[in-house]
C-alpha cells in the first residue's frame, strides 16, 4: 500500500513539512521580489532570485472547494466525507494552498469565507503520525464573504 507520509529531508517540501511540525505555516518567498512561491521550486519564477522560507499569518479566504464523498485513494476514506479546498493566503491572494476545510458544516462553506490556519496530527494507513495545516473559519466570522 501506499504510504502518505511527508518527507522532511526533501529539499524544497521538507521546510514546509519542518515548520508545520512546529505549528507554523511557512512558504518560500523571494530574496529579491519579495514574491511568495507556491509550489516550492529552486529559484524564484518571477525574477531567478534565491528564495528563503518565511512564516505566514496562517490566514486566508476560501477560493474554490469541493466535497469529497469518495475518496480516490483508498488512504483517505477514514477522513471522508472531507472538504479540499483552495485557499487564498492573506500575504499573496494569487498564492493558493490546496488543503482542507474542518470543523465548518459543508452547507455553511461559501467562496471568500475568511479562514484561519489549523494544525492537525494526521496519519493515514496507520503510518507514522504528523501534523498537517488544514484550515478552518476565522474566529469572528459567521458568514461567508470579505
Known amino acids: 500500500m501506499l504510504a502518505l507520509q511527508p518527507d522532511l529531508d526533501h529539499p524544497l517540501t521538507g521546510p514546509f513539512w519542518r515548520a508545520a511540525a512546529r505549528g507554523e505555516l511557512a512558504l518560500p518567498a523571494c530574496q529579491r521580489c519579495q514574491c511568495l512561491v507556491w509550489y516550492p521550486r529552486a529559484l524564484c519564477p518571477h525574477c531567478g532570485g534565491e528564495l528563503h522560507w518565511r512564516p505566514l499569518s496562517g490566514r486566508g479566504h476560501l477560493a474554490a472547494y469541493t466535497v469529497v464523498q469518495r475518496p480516490l485513494l483508498a488512504a483517505f476514506a477514514p477522513f471522508s466525507p472531507y472538504v479540499c479546498a483552495l485557499v487564498a493566503l492573506e500575504e499573496e491572494p494569487r498564492v493558493r494552498l490546496v488543503s482542507q476545510v474542518v470543523d465548518v458544516d459543508p452547507g455553511q462553506l461559501a467562496c471568500d469565507m475568511p479562514l484561519a490556519?489549523?494544525?492537525?496530527?494526521?496519519?493515514?494507513?496507520?503510518?507514522?503520525?504528523?501534523?498537517?495545516?488544514?484550515?478552518?473559519?476565522?474566529?469572528?466570522?459567521?458568514?461567508?464573504?470579505?
Open 117 to 146: 490556519v489549523t494544525f492537525r496530527e494526521l496519519a493515514p494507513d496507520g503510518g507514522a503520525p504528523y501534523l498537517a495545516p488544514l484550515f478552518t473559519r476565522r474566529q469572528g466570522s459567521q458568514q461567508g464573504g470579505v
